[in-house]
């Protein structure tokens, strides 16, 4: 795995997520209630402050929870929750070294079908359906990870130009279709949630 992302915006940070695997899953991890950059500049970080140039699930998952968190808590703080998501992120690595002896990219490499990856993906600890089905569509559009059936295992999110999540981010424009995309779902979820309201008298 050695690709150009451009999701944090970030040279160094983009590099990480090109080349690792691992930073690429705890960037996705990341990405929820914050803005997406900051998510995925998440990785580099937390690598740089391990005194790393990569992060590495066994030394993560070995290390003392305390001490991870307020790793993941100085300033700048690598997440609005980063207790709780150096939490989540330890967790990852934990079920990662179990089942995939530590091998990030093992969840996808020899996965069969699209099917078997997003259920792979769906197993992961802090992933659920959509995160799982943004990821494989983030693997199957820039990192070249394409199952049988990859598309349809994806969802909305598979679907060629869709702009809806980070998978179609490839630079400042597409980058500013998503926004728009986000935009628009949290002005009509408001809208369907004031029509709610004025319906039931509340």
């Known amino acids: 795995m ?3 992302l451009h999701l944090a915006q970030d040279p160094a940070a983009d590099a990480l997520l090109g080349r690792s695997p691992l930073a690429a ?3 996705m991890l990341l990405d929820q209630q914050i803005p997406m950059e900051w998510a995925f500049k998440g ?10 140039d990569d992060l590495d699930a ?13 790793l993941l808590s100085e300033k700048p703080a690598v997440h609005r929750y980063p207790g709780s998501m150096a939490k989540r992120v330890q967790t990852l690595c934990q079920y990662l070294v179990e089942h995939y002896d530590g091998d990030a990219e093992a969840v996808w490499q020899d996965a069969g079908s699209g099917a078997a990856l997003l259920k792979r993906l769906e197993d992961l600890p802090g992933f659920g359906k959509q995160k799982a089905q943004i990821f494989l569509a983030l693997l ?6 394409r199952p049988e059936g990859w598309r ?12 809806r999540s980070v998978a179609d981010i490839t630079g400042p424009d597409s980058l500013a279709k998503v926004r728009a995309h986000k935009q628009e779902l949290k002005a009509a979820a408001k809208a369907a949630k004031a029509a709610k309201a004025t319906k039931t008298g509340k």
Not at 43 to 52: H, K, L, Q, V
Not at 140 to 145: D, S
Not at 152 to 163: F, L, N, R, V
């Open 152 to 163: 349809e295992a994806a969802g909305a999110y598979g679907e060629e130009k869709s702009y």
């Open 140 to 145: 199957g559009k820039q990192l070249g990870v």
């Open 58 to 70: 066994h030394d993560i998952a070995a290390r003392d929870p305390e001490a991870f968190a307020a």
């Open 25 to 27: 899953l705890v960037g």
């Open 43 to 52: 990785p580099e970080t937390i690598a740089r402050r391990m005194g790393a």
């Open 2 to 4: 050695d690709v150009t």
